[in-house]
């Protein structure tokens, strides 16, 4: 793993590590790496009674704890887009020529680069089903989802909103929990945010946290290369499939 770090290293000015092991955690910072915010995990249930049906045979002390995850998840789990919201996939042969707004950087603000490149190779993925979506208000493309479904679980695996306004990002993080509600076999729809406004987006939306992985860098010359913190997603680590 070390050979294999120090070759692709040698390839590109900085590396980025975003959660890992116990025992990964306490090598990163001994071979260079150094902190750069943190990621949190966030979840929000979209069919909260799913739980409550699957829990059979649980004890009484349990249910009343059970009934009432699930009231509160039933708050969290409707759906309000505003008028002129709408989002409509983009097949895998339209991803070039979709003109997806992709992700600028700000001044408080380090983002990684998107592409259709990246977005086809998503979508190729063999172990989940991938699909991309584009974020529309009243005709116009404002942003982007990608979403990763697997064993009766979703992940927002990417997603952009050309606005720094909160209200727009949460008609897309709407728009995805409902596009993510269509799949009959899902439950709940997790997203990752490294960023305030993101962040205060998601918990708007109902999404409570559950996991927070420390982002970590690595650069190659002794001079910092980012003056601002980097925006992650679960498309720039193993999180949108494993």
Request: with cysteine.
């Amino acid at each position: 793993g070390m050979a294999i770090m120090r070759h692709v290293s040698s390839l590109t000015d900085v590396l980025v590590a975003i959660g890992g092991s116990e025992e990964t955690l306490s090598i990163l910072p001994a071979i260079g790496f150094r902190p750069n915010g943190v990621a949190t995990h966030y979840v929000r249930a979209l069919r909260p009674m799913r739980g409550l049906l699957a829990a059979t045979g649980v004890g009484r002390r349990a249910l009343p704890r059970l009934v009432s995850k699930g009231l509160q998840a039933s708050a969290t789990s409707r759906f309000r887009v505003g008028r002129g919201w709408t989002s409509r996939m983009v097949p895998r042969a339209e991803v070039r020529k979709a003109a997806l707004p992709l992700p600028r950087p700000t001044a408080d603000l380090a983002v990684l680069e998107r592409g259709p490149g990246l977005f086809e190779y998503a979508l190729d993925c063999p172990a989940v089903r991938m699909s991309l979506h584009a974020v529309e208000r009243d005709g116009k493309v404002c942003g982007y989802f990608l979403l990763a479904v697997a064993n009766g679980g979703a992940r927002m695996a990417d997603c952009w909103m050309d606005s720094v306004d909160a209200a727009d990002w949460r008609a897309l993080i709407e728009l995805a929990a409902l596009e993510t509600r269509r799949h009959g076999d899902v439950g709940s729809l997790v997203a990752l945010a490294s960023d305030p406004l993101l962040s205060q987006s998601l918990m708007d939306c109902g999404f409570v946290p559950s996991r927070v992985d420390p982002v970590q860098l690595l650069l190659r010359g002794r001079e910092p290369i980012l003056h601002a913190r980097l925006r992650v997603q679960m498309l720039d680590n193993d999180f949108a499939w494993l």
